[in-house]
Nanobody, 116 residues
């Protein structure tokens, strides 16, 4: 079955950087889009970034120019490089895919904390 495992979260100061990773298994990773979402306490889960199988990308406006989503099909892994982190970037970050099915698959999440 489809499994997504995120890693790379942590505590960082404002202006710092983190690279999140999501290792996928249980389906043909290379031919399906992948996405990152985040959820801050008391807020709804929101879209952050998406990468198509072709490599084309899309971002929420609040992270454009500061974040880069990428994928390594040889490693079945999608990354989210986040730079110039702000207090409002603090959230649990989730990896998402449908794996070509009608089911939404989420990872367990990785916590990003931004604090001075």
């Amino acid at each position: 079955q489809v499994q997504l495992v995120e890693s790379g979260g942590g505590l960082v100061q404002p202006g710092g950087s983190l690279r999140l990773a999501c290792a996928a298994s249980g389906y043909i990773f290379s031919i399906y889009p992948m996405a990152w979402y985040r959820q801050a306490p008391g807020s709804q889960r929101e879209f952050v970034a998406r990468i198509a199988a072709s490599g084309s990308t899309d971002y929420v406006d609040s992270v454009k120019g500061r974040s880069t989503i990428s994928r390594d099909n040889a490693k079945n892994t999608v990354y989210l490089q986040m730079n110039s982190l702000k207090l409002e970037d603090a959230a649990v970050y989730y990896c998402y895919t449908t794996g070509g099915t009608l089911t939404c698959y989420w990872g367990q999440g990785t916590q990003v904390a931004v604090s001075s």
